[in-house]
């Protein structure tokens, strides 16, 4: 994910994660990795949460939302740009598509919307 307070560009590890231990400035960290909160995190205050299979370090994508939650987006690296169809995402997308929710990919900051 962008951050901008740090500079951060899409597709980029952020120089202050520390692979395997976490944010090195977690007590200090910009608002906007404070607020944020990824659909499956969320979700998992729910009484149907989305499953872990779909959980942003085990699939790949980090599941958000665009124009105050009515839209989906699935943030995906261009390695794993496919990893929204694995079989864990299905109900997912199928619940949200059913629901008249739009669906998008965003890949190399290009939206492209799934029907």
């Not at 976490?22 to 608002?31: L, Q, V």
């Not at 729910?46 to 987006?73: Q, W, Y």
């Not at 619940?95 to 799934?114: A, H, K, M």
Request: proline share 8%.
């Amino acid at each position: 994910m962008k951050v901008r307070e740090l500079e951060k560009p899409a597709n980029t590890w952020c120089t202050h994660c520390n692979k395997g231990q976490g944010c090195d400035i977690y007590e200090t960290r910009p608002e906007s990795c404070r607020v944020y909160e990824c659909l499956w995190l969320r979700s998992q205050k729910m009484e149907k949460p989305l499953p872990i299979a779909t959980r942003p370090d085990k699939s790949h994508v980090v599941v958000g939302t665009l124009n105050e939650g009515n839209e989906i987006v699935l943030y995906v690296k261009p390695a794993h740009r496919d990893a929204w169809k694995a079989p864990a995402f299905a109900p997912a997308l199928g619940l949200f598509v059913s629901r008249g929710v739009p669906v998008y990919i965003s890949c190399n900051d290009q939206l492209t919307r799934v029907f």
